[in-house]
């Protein structure tokens, strides 16, 4: 069971009851992904995500494979390396053991494999008789459709739903449907091949006969249909190519590493596979979904740091989040949405709960954080790219998320940006730590609205820095001199604001009669990342940050262990956070602690050892590090999760001082260090403007060598030891 704190309090999860299987398997393709136990199957139990859902909708919520009514014995599952395929493996128990149809336990292999492919689940039963005799027995597909908003399987209690319609059957195929209260008809269609024997609306049953040796085949199609989503016409093995095509086609170009570390190179490959996986085609270009199952959509401050994060191996992703984030930009005042001009989006929804405003989330805005990040992501973008032309055409919603930092942003003018709910349906904490209990002043009591959050202060700091240099190259002097200037006055009102010498480090905020909430954070590695830091705290807060307090050996707590609401098992207060550790992590390398940074790094490669097909999860318990004992899992946590896969990324290039010069052509790196279990980097396919390099890096006692490997087009490779 999943409860949720809903109106007045959050919209996040509570978890009443551990996962069926910690061992899930996930799949998805744009926007249809799928999440099922270790056997193939969709079970209504535990957490109650598992389901087919095509947007926020679970278009099935129940599907089951038996033999002779019993559920076949597990040998092994698996995704494939490139997420295209699930591989089960079964095999059935003792049957009948005194009739006359007795079938041995593992006489009978039953091999399962699905793929996504557009809005339909493929899935290929093969059975293998392995006995002696001939094997008759019945085999049976239970299914249902619930058409849950994925609200609901959160927790939201609905006063009213719409209706079930009657499903239709056919000779080999099942159509159930559902109708909304917001008028729309969702279906699902299911066809077999071949025939079943009975097909009724819940169950398809097929009696095989089998020879020794012998096997059989079955093939079934889950098509989710609504309005303006046609059904699939591909078969199984046409899909199957189709899938193949398309992850290789996202793959080629892409940066690669390779490295003197296999367990590494199977870290990276899961975190590149994952956000090729979650990464979604929109008209405007790919856009990383935040994370499966909960947030499959897209998130600004999520997407934004993600193709920060991924920036520097594919910058086409930043050009895409870039671009539909300033095709959704708010242009309007609504209370509701806290919605406000200029104002970048937090989350868009699209299921009937949305569509109903039961929830305020079909184009939602209560984030203080995505507009600083997007103007800071667009100059980070040019630096990569030299991508002028389209920095121009996004130049005005860089203008107008600027006007909204100043107008709306800092609500009284004390050139702090703020954030308050303009309404109990909104978000009660609009940073990344957006659980209601996250922002709280020493003795835990909780911080009163409007509330100033240090890293905030730190990603406008960034933005009007960054603004600054792209004004530059428009022409627009005069408003590049006023950015500039903003930005250093902020980051000395920030000092002064901020720092408090009884904890050592900034403030977690300014809550809303300014008082300092004097809790130390990891919100405040965040000012290292983007500058507004002073050296002198910079370094007094690494040090902190590394400190047995908050450093439980597998990474940075999000607060330390002597916070007055401590508890590593919380979301937001205690628990490891991996992108939260590579934004410090890359924070630190800007200030010259790479070594430091390099602590952070190997914490969360020890991470990636232990986890499910080396999957970095959203988040971990922060329990301390044990002898010959992995992270203790959060038992609701999205897994993949966009910003946790490109982690490693982020680490990466903070560890090598890699930067970026398009205007020069230069790719560079300063002070590179390699952490101790990697000997050496190799770096494919890196490009800049057209060129393309391959680097082979190499750790020595002091230093790391830096070399061209191969070289096509005018590109100079600098290295400062």
Request: charged share 25%.
């Amino acid at each position: 069971m999943v409860e949720k704190i809903q109106l007045g309090e959050q919209w996040y999860i509570l978890a009443t009851s551990s996962p069926a299987d910690e061992r899930r398997r996930v799949l998805k393709h744009n926007k249809l992904f799928g999440m099922f136990d270790r056997f193939g199957d969709v079970q209504s139990i535990g957490l109650g995500e598992e389901g087919l859902y095509h947007g926020d909708t679970c278009f099935l919520s129940h599907l089951e494979l038996r033999i002779e009514g019993v559920r076949p014995m597990y040998l092994n599952s698996t995704v494939k390396d490139d997420n295209g395929l699930f591989i089960i493996e079964l095999m059935n128990p003792d049957l009948h053991p005194e009739g006359k149809n007795r079938i041995l336990k593992g006489e009978l292999h039953v091999f399962r494999a699905k793929l996504l492919y557009e809005n339909t689940c493929h899935e290929h039963v093969r059975l293998v008789n392995f006995g002696l005799k001939p094997i008759e027995a019945d085999i049976s597909v239970e299914f249902a459709a619930d058409y849950k908003d994925i609200f609901e399987v959160r927790g939201t209690a609905r006063k009213r739903r719409g209706e079930h319609l009657p499903p239709e059957v056919k000779e080999r195929d099942v159509v159930l449907s559902y109708q909304g209260l917001d008028g729309v008809v969702r279906q699902t269609h299911i066809n077999f091949d071949p025939q079943p024997d009975q097909l009724a609306g819940d169950r398809a049953d097929f009696k095989i006969m089998l020879p020794p040796k012998a096997e059989a085949h079955f093939y079934m199609k889950i098509g989710c249909v609504e309005e303006g989503v046609p059904l699939s016409e591909h078969d199984y093995y046409s899909a199957f190519t189709s899938v193949g095509e398309f992850a290789r086609s996202r793959i080629e170009g892409r940066c690669r590493i390779v490295t003197s570390d296999p367990f590494f190179n199977r870290w990276v490959d899961r975190s590149t596979a994952d956000l090729i996986m979650l990464t979604t085609r929109l008209p405007e270009g790919d856009y990383p979904f935040a994370g499966l199952p909960w947030y499959s959509t897209t998130f600004g401050r999520d997407g934004i740091l993600t193709a920060h994060e991924y920036l520097w191996i594919d910058p086409g992703m930043a050009k895409g989040v870039l671009a539909f984030l300033a095709n959704t930009q708010s242009r309007e005042t609504d209370a509701v949405r806290d919605a406000e001009p200029g104002k970048i989006l937090h989350e868009a929804r699209d299921g009937e709960l949305a569509a109903l405003k039961e929830i305020p989330f079909g184009r939602y805005y209560g984030t203080v954080d995505a507009t600083p990040l997007f103007i800071g992501l667009a100059g980070a973008y040019y630096e990569r790219t030299g991508d002028l032309d389209f920095i121009r055409a996004i130049w005005p919603n860089i203008l107008a998320a600027l006007n909204w930092i100043d107008h709306y942003g800092d609500r009284d003018g004390d050139g702090f940006v703020e954030y308050e709910r303009r309404t109990e349906m909104g978000l009660a904490q609009q940073g990344w730590k957006d659980s209601h209990d996250s922002i709280f002043h020493l003795d835990g009591e909780l911080a009163e609205a409007p509330i100033a959050l240090c890293e905030v202060q730190g990603y406008v700091y960034d933005a009007k820095l960054r603004a600054s240099r792209l004004a530059h190259l428009f022409g627009e002097h005069e408003l590049a001199a006023r950015l500039e200037l903003d930005a250093d006055v902020l980051k000395k009102r920030f000092d002064e604001a901020f720092w408090c010498e009884e904890i050592g480090t900034y403030a977690l905020a300014l809550d809303g009669h300014k008082r300092q909430c004097k809790v130390a954070s990891s919100n405040a590695g965040h000012t290292l990342w983007s500058g507004i830091a002073t050296p002198r705290h910079a370094a007094q807060i690494t040090d902190q940050l590394l400190s047995r307090d908050f450093y439980c050996g597998w990474g940075i707590r999000t607060i330390p262990c002597s916070a007055s609401r401590y508890n590593p098992m919380a979301y937001h207060n205690g628990s490891v956070w991996p992108h939260d550790n590579a934004i410090i992590a890359e924070g630190m390398a800007r200030y010259g602690f790479t070594a430091k940074a390099m602590t952070v790094f190997s914490g969360l490669r020890d991470v990636s050892l232990y986890m499910d097909q080396h999957r970095m999860p959203e988040l971990f318990c922060g329990f301390e590090k044990r002898p010959d004992e992995g992270p203790t899992l959060y038992p609701v946590a999205c897994s993949p999760q966009a910003w946790s896969a490109a982690s490693v990324f982020s680490l990466m290039q903070a560890c090598l001082g890699l930067s970026f010069d398009p205007e020069k052509k230069e790719i560079r790196f300063r002070h590179p260090q390699l952490p101790p279990f990697l000997d050496h980097v190799e770096i494919r396919d890196l490009t800049i403007c057209g060129t393309t390099v391959d680097l082979w890096l190499q750790r020595y006692p002091n230093n790391v060598g830096v070399n061209v490997i191969r070289k096509r087009g005018d590109v100079e490779v600098v290295a400062v030891a």
